[in-house]
C-alpha cells in the first residue's frame, strides 16, 4: 500500500466515526431520553478521545511527508488532511475531550434553562464552555477569534468580516427604516393543522431535491441538519399558528441537506466528501429558502398548495400572501427574523462573542450587553431571556466563531443568486409552477458536487464569476423589498 492509500484508507474509518458522533448528536436532539444526558456526555467524550487520537496519530505525519497525490483531488484531499492533523495536534487530548463532555452537558441545561427563563442556571456552564474553547483557541495560536472562524470558515478572519458587516450596516438599517414606515401587510391569521404541515414540508424538501431515501425528517426544538453521504437527516418544526416556521426551516435545511447528498459520491467518506465551509453551507440553504422559495413566483404555487392544503389560507390572494411571506418586523428571534433584520441579528452576535473571546466582555455580563446591543439595533426592548441571549442553541455547544458563517452565507447567495438568474431566463416561469430543479440543478453542478474540493472564496468566485461583494445582496434587498412595500 501506497503512503498516499494509507492516509486515505485511515481518514475513510475516522470519517466513518465522526458519522457516527454526528448521529449521535442528531439522536440528542431527536429521540433521547431525557435521563440519558449524563451518560450520552460519556459517551460523546470517550468518542471524542477516539476520534482525536485518530486525527493525531503521529503515523499521518508520516504518511503525509512520503505521500504523492494521484491527481488534482488527490492534492485537495492531502490539503485538507494537513490541514486537520496540523490543528488537532495543537490541542491536547484532554482538552479536546474536557469541550465534547462539557458542551454536551452545557446544551441539556441551556435548553432547561430557556424552558425556565432562567440566565443564572445556565451561566456557570456558560463560563465552563468559553474558557474550554479560549483555552483551544490560545493552543491553536494567533488571533483567538481568527483561530475558532477558521474552523468553520477556512481563509476568513474577524477583522474581514467586520469591514464587511460596516458597509452593509447602514444600508440595511436605512432600507429597513423605509420599509417599517410604511404601511405593514396583514400577516396571516389562522390555524393550521399539524399533519398537513408536515405533509407539505415533505413535498416542498423534495421539490427542492432532497432524497428522503437517503434522509428523513423529525422534530426538534431547533431545526438542523446533519449526517453526509448515504445518511443525511434534517428537523423542523411545528407551529399551528404560524406555517411558514415549520415550511421555510424544512426548505433551509433541505437546501443544507442536498448539499451534502448532491457531493460527488468518489468522495463519500473522504475529507472531499463534506459541504465546504458553513458559509457556503448557508449559501445554499439560504438561497433555497429566500432567493427561491421567498420569491414572487414561488409563492405564487405555495399560495395554491396551501389552499388545497389547509382548506384556506387567511390571506386575500397572491400579493397579500407573498407580502406575508416577506412580512418585515423588528422581532426579537433570528431564526424567525425576515430577509432584512437577519443579518443585524447575526451582527449582534458576532461583536459579542469575539469580546466574550477576547476577554473583553464576561458572561455574567453578556445578558446586559445582549439587551442594550438589541434595543439600539431594533428599536424595542428584549422582553425575557429566551427571546434574547438564551434563545440560540450555539454557545452552549461551544460554536464560537460559527454565527458569522450565516451572513457570510447571505452574502454568498447574493452572488450566487445573480449568475443564476442569468443563466437561468425561464427561472420564474418554473418557480410559478413549483418546480426550483433547474435552479437546484445548476447549483449542484456549479457548487455542491464539488464538495471540499476548492477554498471556499475560490468556489463562490468560479460559480458565480465574479470577486466576493455584499453588493448582489444589497442590490437583491433593495429591489426585492423596494417592490414589496412601493418604497
Ligand atoms: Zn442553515
Redesign the pocket.
Known amino acids: 500500500m501506497t503512503a498516499y492509500d494509507a492516509l486515505l484508507s485511515h481518514a475513510r474509518e475516522t470519517m466513518a466515526l465522526a458519522q457516527v458522533m454526528g448521529r449521535l448528536h442528531w439522536d440528542q436532539e431527536t429521540m433521547m431520553p431525557r435521563g440519558a444526558a449524563a451518560q450520552r456526555a460519556e459517551e460523546i467524550g470517550a468518542l471524542e478521545s477516539v476520534l482525536h487520537a485518530r486525527r493525531t496519530d503521529p503515523r499521518v505525519s508520516d504518511w503525509l511527508a512520503a505521500a504523492e497525490a494521484p491527481d488534482a483531488a488527490g492534492a485537495a484531499q492531502l490539503r485538507l488532511i494537513r490541514r486537520e492533523h496540523a490543528r488537532a495536534c495543537k490541542v491536547p487530548a484532554d482538552l479536546a475531550s474536557a469541550i465534547a463532555r462539557a458542551t454536551s452537558i452545557a446544551q441539556g441545561v441551556w435548553a432547561e434553562a430557556r424552558r425556565d427563563e432562567d440566565v443564572a442556571a445556565f451561566l456557570p456552564h456558560l463560563q465552563e464552555v468559553l474558557r474550554l474553547r479560549r483555552e483551544e483557541a490560545a493552543a491553536l495560536g494567533g488571533d483567538p477569534y481568527d483561530a475558532l472562524l477558521d474552523d468553520y470558515e477556512p481563509g476568513a478572519t474577524g477583522a474581514d468580516i467586520a469591514a464587511l458587516f460596516d458597509r452593509m450596516r447602514p444600508r440595511l438599517k436605512a432600507l429597513r427604516d423605509r420599509v417599517l414606515d410604511a404601511p405593514a401587510p396583514e400577516p396571516l391569521a389562522g390555524w393550521y393543522a399539524k399533519d398537513a404541515q408536515l405533509s407539505l414540508a415533505r413535498d416542498l424538501a423534495e421539490r427542492f431535491g432532497y432524497d428522503f431515501n437517503r434522509g428523513r425528517l423529525d422534530l426538534a426544538v431547533h431545526p438542523f441538519s446533519s449526517g453526509g453521504g448515504a445518511d443525511v437527516r434534517i428537523t423542523t418544526r411545528v407551529d399551528p399558528a404560524d406555517p411558514f416556521n415549520c415550511l421555510y426551516s424544512t426548505i433551509?435545511?433541505a437546501g443544507?441537506a442536498t448539499y451534502e447528498q448532491s457531493i460527488d459520491p468518489a468522495f463519500a467518506l473522504t475529507p472531499l466528501g463534506q459541504g465546504v465551509s458553513m458559509g457556503v453551507?448557508?449559501s445554499q440553504?439560504?438561497l433555497y429558502e429566500n432567493q427561491l422559495g421567498r420569491s414572487a413566483a414561488f409563492c405564487g404555487w405555495l399560495f395554491e398548495a396551501m389552499e388545497a392544503a389547509f382548506g384556506t389560507v387567511g390571506a386575500a390572494d397572491a400579493r397579500a400572501f407573498y407580502a406575508a411571506v416577506n412580512r418585515v418586523g423588528a422581532g426579537p428571534i433570528r431564526t424567525e427574523a425576515d430577509e432584512l433584520h437577519y443579518n443585524l441579528h447575526i451582527m449582534l452576535r458576532f461583536d459579542l462573542e469575539r469580546a466574550l473571546i477576547a476577554g473583553d466582555l464576561a458572561p455574567r455580563d453578556l445578558e446586559a450587553a445582549w439587551n442594550d446591543r438589541f434595543a439600539a439595533d431594533f428599536g424595542v426592548p428584549v422582553a425575557r431571556p429566551s427571546d434574547g441571549v438564551l434563545q440560540d442553541v450555539h454557545w452552549s455547544v461551544g460554536l464560537f466563531g460559527y454565527f458569522p458563517t450565516?451572513a457570510l452565507?447571505n452574502v454568498y447567495a447574493g452572488c450566487l443568486h445573480a449568475a443564476l438568474g442569468a443563466a437561468l431566463p425561464d427561472l420564474d416561469a418554473d418557480l410559478a409552477r413549483g418546480d426550483p430543479s433547474a435552479a437546484t440543478g445548476w447549483l449542484r453542478a456549479q457548487v455542491q458536487r464539488h464538495g471540499g474540493l476548492h477554498e471556499p472564496r475560490a468556489l463562490i468566485e468560479q460559480a458565480s464569476g465574479a470577486a466576493v461583494s455584499e453588493a448582489p445582496l444589497m442590490e437583491y434587498l433593495e429591489a426585492k423589498f423596494g417592490a414589496l412595500y412601493w418604497l
Open positions: 433551509h435545511e443544507h453551507h448557508e440553504s439560504r450565516y452565507g
